[in-house]
């Protein structure tokens, strides 16, 4: 990548974010636009994939909804995105979770934790 478009990129990025990994439980807000009105939206799953670099690093959060999986993929450095909170680091081995979609209920989809 050229040396410009990597220091436009750069002037892009937020400062404050933390550093969301595989397997992270995260909760995030999302401000959800409605006409001229603005709410706060909370999502909160397990980090599936991550993909990206410098503004464009975006990743996956899957959850499970009456037993029913849903995932959404959110940009890190969106103006959208004003608070992304970790609740647990998960400790994995892969660099994407796919193998967690095959898998159904509480006890299957769990991820272990840091000690």
Same mark, same amino acid.
Do not use: C
């Given at each position: 990548?050229?040396?410009?478009?990597?220091? %436009?990129?750069?002037?892009?990025?937020?400062?404050?974010?933390?550093?969301?990994?595989? @397997?992270?439980?995260?909760?995030?807000?999302?401000?959800? $636009?409605?006409?001229?009105?603005?709410? %706060?939206?909370?999502?909160? @799953?397990?980090?599936?994939?991550?993909? =990206?670099? $410098?503004?464009?690093?975006?990743?996956?959060? /899957?959850?499970?909804?009456?037993?029913?999986?849903?995932?959404?993929?959110?940009? $890190?450095?969106?103006?959208?995105?004003?608070?992304?909170?970790?609740?647990? /680091? =998960?400790?994995?081995?892969?660099?994407?979770?796919?193998?967690?979609?095959?898998?159904?209920?509480?006890?299957?989809?769990?991820?272990?934790?840091?000690?």
């Amino acid at each position: 990548m050229s040396l410009v478009i990597e220091a %436009i990129e750069k002037l892009e990025m937020k400062e404050s974010i933390p550093e969301v990994n595989v @397997g992270d439980s995260v909760r995030v807000s999302i401000v959800i $636009l409605e006409g001229k009105k603005q709410r %706060i939206q909370k999502f909160e @799953g397990v980090v599936v994939k991550t993909t =990206g670099r $410098l503004s464009r690093l975006s990743f996956t959060v /899957r959850k499970i909804i009456d037993k029913i999986g849903v995932e959404k993929t959110f940009l $890190l450095h969106s103006v959208l995105l004003p608070d992304v909170e970790i609740l647990k /680091r =998960g400790k994995v081995r892969r660099a994407k979770l796919n193998y967690l979609r095959d898998r159904v209920g509480v006890k299957a989809t769990r991820v272990k934790t840091k000690a």
